[in-house]
């Protein structure tokens, strides 16, 4: 039996897989035949008869569960319709729809279906259970639970787990063993009913509730976002290799590059150096290298890679894990600029004066070398005079030269004056079992800045060769506030004395004014909030309108095409413009950025998404063993139905119901944010300090629900009540349908 058989045989056996070391080891494979396994893994993965897991495991292709979702992508040349597992692109075993077994479902090609499998001699022949309409593929996600009714026997049914719906479902006799109590599942409410409750269908399960890490699993199914890679993405990232030098690549492993990261951090995309510049007619000035990954040799266009990457859009960073954008091979390996190694890159040399303007720029593609690995406390700790083992030895040399040249940077960037809104990040640590073990506030120190400036400027000069090359490009683009906000942000203003010229173009500047004044005050986190929501979002497009938050006229994400699709359009546009190797943007690329800025923007705010819940219920599971204890908070958001807060200690966001507020009736003044007592004036503002009491929390939507402690402000009593947010009694009057005749009658 050869070693490949050998391995088929053994991955069937496990169905959770095995990586490299377990599969060595159980075959009792001597270290001189490492490379005979490496060959046989490889050549098993290209012809689809393993894969590789997201835990970088290997398990066999040969066996499918009976049921599952498929989509039919194409048809043989005897016309059956060929199918592969939802989510699966290529090297999937062969599942093909003979025909008359469709049943009562008619299907074709781009439709998905939920079907059971037989084997077959070349792969598995398909039944169609039921046809997925459009809706199902869209559907709702639940958890799976027991209940008793007087009618049956335990039957399952589906709590919906979305904070807009807590409705629940009874779960269709047909589905019941499919399922087990505490399954995390996607379904479709029927039109059926059954003992009063609607029915529901199946659509998959995602996983388990009893997950440690089920809080990410949700926040990801509820995206709509695939973790893992297809195997030719796998393979096509384990068979690469590093490049060498040529006339494309220039020669960098003698500048001093260093790479300054979060501690945490496992994918260095870019490094840096400063000199003073030796030019006598800039006098003072300083070049800047900066250097980031060149994820382009790995990546070509049109690639396995590629489409999965575009796919993907974004890296995605939750408090458990990391759902990267490019497998492990290549982010946290190949494309790593990891210190002493040799590493390819794209690089720009900057040119500054004394006053922070950039004098020139150039690109280079190049082979270098990191000389260090700092994280951003160690640099500050270092400049700050407690240099570590690390630090101290290029304290003088290298990041003395840093600041000095961010000190330059600084004088540009304030003449630019870019938005300048202070927000509180909170960092979530999570233990093996999914528990909270800390949540801190981000510290942002000089270094940060540093860096961030660095990588601004690069990212600049990368617009702009693009642009003086005539070459089409992806803007980072963040249009001026709209009218509507503008008028909105200066009638609140009024409401807390301050004042705001309608008619007056708004620029950061403007706003950074705002913001200076009311720093250090009671309003300033109120004022944070406000300025910041009248601001637009920001996304890609290939119109430039600027970027008004960075007060920049052109703007484009060139430093982390690791995690950034953007990014990657860049370095392949700047490769082709700057004649620096063969595998630059392609015409067809470039016929589709509109469409891919499109889709990478709505991929962004997918993983935007996914982060904001995935955190949400990490911190409602800390919390829940908390009910009925008492904590500080700020309001941050008011609308008519409550009061939305954030808690000092964990950044935690949740809910004061205006129904619990008392019997006072509140009227909401969108104006000013507030909730106004009718009766009294008291408020409830934006930005108040208050003390809330947690009553519930639901880990499995990350809800938090309040009671309000705190009494309100005094104010002026409302002028109107229009726009019922309110709290107490509906009605005054009698409500049982007899009383209201009676009074009728009397009348």
């Known amino acids: 039996m050869t070693l490949t058989q050998q391995i088929v045989e053994l991955l069937d056996t496990h169905r959770n897989g095995m990586d490299r070391k377990q599969i060595a080891r159980t ?17 098993l993965l290209a012809d689809g008869k393993i894969e590789k897991t997201e835990r970088r495991k290997f398990r066999s292709t040969g066996s499918l569960p009976p049921v ?20 699966k692109n290529e090297n999937t075993p062969v599942i093909r729809l003979v025909a008359g077994n469709a049943g009562p479902n008619s299907v074709g090609v781009g439709d998905q279906a939920l079907v059971r499998l037989s084997t077959s001699p070349d792969g598995y022949l398909a039944k169609v259970i039921r046809k997925l309409d459009a809706s199902e593929q869209s559907a709702m996600l639940g958890l799976i639970t ?131 510049d030796t030019d006598p007619a800039n006098k003072d000035g300083w070049v800047v290298w900066v250097a980031i990954a060149d994820v382009a040799h790995f990546v070509p266009s049109g690639s396995p890679l ?85 630090t101290a030895p290029i304290l003088e040399t290298l990041l003395r030269p840093l600041w000095a040249a961010y000190g330059v940077l600084q004088i540009g960037r304030a003449r630019r004056a870019p938005l300048e809104i ?78 705001w010229a309608k008619a ?46 960075l007060s920049l006229e052109r703007y484009g994400h060139f430093t982390s095409p690791i995690r950034r699709y953007a990014d990657l359009t860049i370095h392949r546009a700047l490769i082709r413009a700057c004649g620096l190797g063969d595998d630059g943007a392609t015409d067809t690329e470039q016929a589709e950025l509109k469409s891919i800025a499109e889709q990478i923007t709505a991929s962004e705010r997918a993983a935007m998404a996914a982060e904001r819940d995935a955190t949400s219920r990490y911190i409602a599971a800390h919390l829940a063993e908390k009910i009925g204890a008492v904590f500080h908070a700020r309001i941050s958001g008011v609308t008519r139905f409550g009061l939305f807060l954030t808690l000092d200690e964990t950044g935690a966001d949740g809910l004061v119901p205006v129904r619990s507020l008392g019997n006072e009736y509140f009227h909401h003044d969108e104006q000013a944010h507030a909730l106004i007592g009718r009766n009294t004036g008291g408020r409830y503002r934006l930005g108040l300090a208050v003390e809330v ?55």
Not at 79 to 87: C, Q, S, T
Not at 314 to 338: G, K, Q, T
Request: one cysteine or more; proline letters at 5%; aromatic letters at 4%.
């Open 146 to 276: 027991k209940s008793r009714t007087p009618q049956s026997s335990t039957q399952w049914r589906i709590e919906s787990i979305s904070r807009k719906s807590r409705t629940s479902y009874g779960l269709r006799r047909a589905d019941s063993e499919l399922v087990i109590e505490g399954d995390l599942v996607r379904f479709q409410p029927t039109t059926d009913r059954k003992n009063g409750e609607t029915q529901a269908k199946l659509i998959e399960c995602i996983g388990n509730i009893n997950n440690p890490k089920a809080a990410s699993l949700l926040a990801l199914a509820e995206q709509g976002i695939e973790d893992g890679f297809s195997a030719e993405e796998e393979l096509q990232a384990d068979t690469a290799s590093a490049p060498i030098l040529d006339k494309a690549r220039e020669d960098l492993r003698q500048l001093p590059l260093i790479t300054i990261d979060p501690h945490d951090a496992r994918d260095f995309d870019d490094a840096v150096h400063a000199h003073p």
């Open 27 to 43: 075959l009792n494979l001597k270290s001189n035949r490492r490379t005979e396994l490496k060959d046989a893994l490889v050549s």
């Open 422 to 499: 202070e927000t509180d990040e909170r960092q979530i640590r999570i233990g093996d079992s999914g528990e909270v073990l800390s949540i801190t506030s981000k510290q942002r120190l000089d270094a940060h800045k540093l860096i961030e400036e660095c990588m601004i400027q690069a990212n600049v000069s990368a617009a702009e060769t693009l642009e003086q090359k005539q070459q089409p490009l992806i803007y980072r683009v963040h249009d001026v506030p709209e009218q509507s906000r503008i008028y909105a942000l200066a009638d609140f203003l009024n409401t807390v004395s301050m004042k």
């Open 306 to 390: 590629d489409r999965g990457a575009r796919k993907r859009g974004n890296s995605i960073y939750l408090p458990d894990r990391v759902v990267p954008m490019l497998p492990e091979r290549l982010s946290a390996d190949l494309c790593s600029l990891r210190p002493h190694e040799d590493r390819a890159c794209m690089a720009v040399r900057m040119v500054f004066d004394a006053m922070g303007h950039r004098r020139g720029h150039r690109f280079v593609r190049g082979l270098m070398r990191s000389h260090a690995r700092v994280t951003y406390e160690q640099a500050q700790a270092a400049i700050d005079g407690q240099p570590d083992e690390i």
């Open 68 to 87: 599952l979702v498929v989509e039919f992508y194409n048809r043989d040349e005897d016309g059956d319709l060929l199918a592969r597992p939802k989510g």
């Open 504 to 549: 007056q173009r708004p620029t950061p500047e403007r706003y950074n004014q705002l913001l200076r004044k009311v720093s250090g005050t009671d309003l300033e986190q109120m004022i944070n909030q406000v300025v910041l929501r009248s601001q637009m979002r920001a996304i890609y497009d290939t119109r430039n309108i600027g970027h008004f938050g």
């Open 693 to 747: 009491r947690l009553v519930e929390a639901t880990p499995v939507t990350g809800g938090l629900l309040f009671e309000m402690l705190t009494s309100p402000e005094a104010g002026a009593k409302p002028k109107h009540s229009g726009g019922r947010g309110r709290a107490g009694p509906r009605h005054k009057g009698p409500r049982h349908k007899d009383q209201r005749r009676s009074k009728r009658r009397k009348s």
